[in-house]
C-alpha cells in the first residue's frame, strides 16, 4: 500500500453530518484505495451514510413502508433520511442479507457423510411442527400477482397457554421465498434441516388444501411423518357448503359436521353428503361433488381425533399468523405494488428480524459512529 495523499469527506451519522480529511492508500497490486478512517467510521467504499446509520434505515424500510420509515425516523431520532434513500439502503441491503441467506440453506442442504457431519440445527427438537402457507402480494401492472411462500417451525414443548388461556410458542423459526415453488421447496427443506428435523423423534406438517406443498411434504419429510390438513379450514369449506344448501338453517348442518370431522367419524360425514347429493340437483348436487371430492382427497389427513390425542395441533394458527405479520404487514399496505424481484430484498430483512438474526447480520460491522 502506497500512500495517494489526503483528501475531504464527509459522513452522515447518527449524531449528523461529519466533514474530515482523511489519509488514502492504493494497493500497487490491484490499484484499489483503502482509507483507514473510513473503516474506523465503519465507512463501506463510496458510501455517504455509516454502518448503525444504514442499520436504522434498514430496519424503517423493513417495519413499514419507505415513506412511512422516513418519517418515523426524522420523528423519533431527528434522522433526515429521505424515502428514496430508505429504499435504496432497504433493497441494497436486502440483497447482500438474501444472499447470506441462500448461502446457509445451500450448507444445509449438501449431502451428510461422515466425513461431512450435517451443520448444527438451530433449535434440539424432540417433536417438530412445521407449518407452510403462502400469502398474495399485489405486482406493478404487467406483472402477475406475486405468491409469496412461508414456513415456521417449532419444537412441541414450546406450546403454551397466558393468564388468559391464550396460545402462544415460546420459540419459532420462520422462512420465506418470493421466488416460486420451486426455489421455496429448496429453502423450506433446508429450514426444516435448520429446525432440526435429521434429529427430531416426530415429525408433523400442518397445512390447508394447496396441492403443491402436500407434494412437498411427502416427497422431502421422512415417509412416518404426521400430515395434518388444517382442521379449521376443512370446517370453513363446509361451512360455505352449509350455507348454499341450507341458507338459514345451515348452523344445524354445521352442529352435526363438526363433531363429526373432529371426532374422526369422516365416515359419517362422508354418508350424509352422500345421500344429500341424491337429493339435490343443479348447482347444489355439483357443490356437493366438488366438497366430496375435497374430503375424500384429504381424508388420510384428517384423524384430528388421533393427532389430538397424540398432542399435535390441528390448526395452522401459525403459520396463518405469519402470513400476516411477516408477510401481510409490509406487503399489502393500502395502494402498494410491487416489482417482483425486490419482494425478495425486504422480505429478507424482515426474516431476519422475525428471528432475531438482525444483529447477527450488523455485529460484525459495528462502530461507534
Not at 414450546?158 to 422462512?175: I, M, T, V, W
Amino acid at each position: 500500500m502506497r500512500p495517494v495523499g489526503r483528501q475531504e469527506r464527509q459522513a452522515r451519522t447518527l449524531a449528523g453530518t461529519l466533514h474530515y480529511k482523511r489519509t488514502v492508500y492504493e494497493c500497487l497490486v490491484c490499484r484499489r484505495s483503502h482509507a483507514p478512517r473510513d473503516a474506523e467510521l465503519n465507512m463501506r467504499l463510496g458510501a455517504q451514510m455509516t454502518r448503525r446509520l444504514v442499520r436504522k434505515a434498514g430496519y424503517a424500510g423493513a417495519m413499514d413502508s419507505f415513506l412511512g420509515g422516513a418519517q418515523a425516523l426524522q420523528e423519533l431520532a431527528e434522522l433526515q433520511i429521505s424515502a428514496a434513500e430508505v429504499a435504496r439502503v432497504a433493497h441494497e441491503e436486502g440483497r447482500v442479507l438474501q444472499a447470506q441467506q441462500i448461502a446457509r440453506d445451500e450448507a444445509y442442504l449438501q449431502p451428510v457423510s461422515p466425513d461431512r457431519p450435517a451443520p448444527k440445527p438451530e433449535i434440539q427438537p424432540e417433536r417438530l411442527v412445521l407449518e407452510a402457507d403462502a400469502a398474495t402480494v399485489l405486482t406493478r401492472k404487467g406483472e402477475e400477482h406475486k405468491s409469496v411462500y412461508c414456513m415456521v417451525g417449532f419444537d412441541l414443548r414450546s406450546r403454551g397457554r397466558d393468564a388468559g388461556d391464550r396460545p402462544f410458542l415460546a420459540e419459532k423459526r420462520y422462512a420465506a421465498c418470493a421466488e416460486g415453488m420451486e426455489a421455496f421447496g429448496r429453502r423450506a427443506k433446508a429450514f426444516a434441516y435448520r429446525m432440526g428435523l435429521r434429529q427430531a423423534k416426530a415429525v408433523a406438517f400442518i397445512g390447508d388444501g394447496a396441492r403443491p406443498l402436500w407434494n412437498w411434504a411427502e416427497e422431502n419429510l421422512p415417509k412416518d411423518t404426521v400430515l395434518i390438513q388444517d382442521y379449521w379450514h376443512v370446517c370453513e369449506h363446509l361451512s360455505e357448503l352449509a350455507k348454499e344448501l341450507y341458507g338459514e338453517h345451515s348452523a344445524e348442518a354445521m352442529e352435526r359436521w363438526k363433531p363429526w370431522l373432529r371426532q374422526s367419524q369422516l365416515d359419517a360425514l362422508l354418508a350424509e353428503l352422500q345421500a344429500e347429493h341424491k337429493r339435490f340437483r343443479g348447482a347444489k348436487r355439483k357443490r356437493i361433488e366438488e366438497e366430496l371430492t375435497y374430503l375424500r382427497g384429504g381424508a388420510r389427513r384428517m384423524d384430528y381425533a388421533r393427532y389430538e390425542a397424540d398432542g399435535w395441533p390441528i390448526g395452522s394458527g401459525a403459520i396463518e399468523g405469519t402470513c400476516k405479520h411477516l408477510v401481510k404487514e409490509r406487503f399489502a399496505l393500502t395502494g402498494a405494488h410491487w416489482r417482483r424481484k425486490n419482494i425478495g430484498h425486504v422480505l429478507a430483512l424482515r426474516e431476519a428480524i422475525f428471528n432475531n438474526e438482525w444483529d447477527r447480520y450488523w455485529e460484525p460491522r459495528a462502530q461507534t459512529a
